[in-house]
């Protein structure tokens, strides 16, 4: 509820990007179907509630990890950027 507050409180115009990451359980294949279906759900959920039009969801999988040489439950994440739109 806080994210969507600050988000309603944006007076520019902006591009929220949204990214998932998963860690290297399970195969490469299931693991980007996973980390593209949360990366949707949270952008639907963060488009029925914030007044913010312009959202993109990307899901990497386990292909950007934080920790590259452990197969490490913190290489799992969300990460969400702001980018005001110049006009």
Same mark, same amino acid.
């Given at each position: 509820?806080?994210?969507?507050d600050i988000l ?6 902006? +591009? &929220?990007?949204? @990214?998932?990451?998963t860690d290297?359980?399970?195969?490469s294949? *299931? =693991?980007?179907?996973i980390s593209?279906?949360r990366?949707?759900?949270?952008k639907?959920?963060i488009?029925k509630?914030?007044?913010? +039009? &312009?959202?993109? @969801?990307?899901?990497y ?5 934080l920790? *590259? =040489?452990?197969d490490?439950?913190?290489?799992r994440?969300?990460?969400?950027n702001?980018?005001?739109?110049k006009?």
């Amino acid at each position: 509820k806080a994210m969507i507050d600050i988000l309603n409180n944006i007076n520019e115009d902006v +591009i &929220l990007s949204i @990214s998932t990451h998963t860690d290297k359980d399970g195969s490469s294949k *299931k =693991n980007l179907k996973i980390s593209q279906e949360r990366a949707d759900m949270l952008k639907e959920y963060i488009r029925k509630r914030s007044k913010i +039009i &312009l959202i993109t @969801s990307i899901g990497y999988g386990e292909e950007l990890p934080l920790l *590259k =040489n452990e197969d490490n439950i913190s290489n799992r994440r969300v990460e969400i950027n702001l980018k005001r739109i110049k006009q």
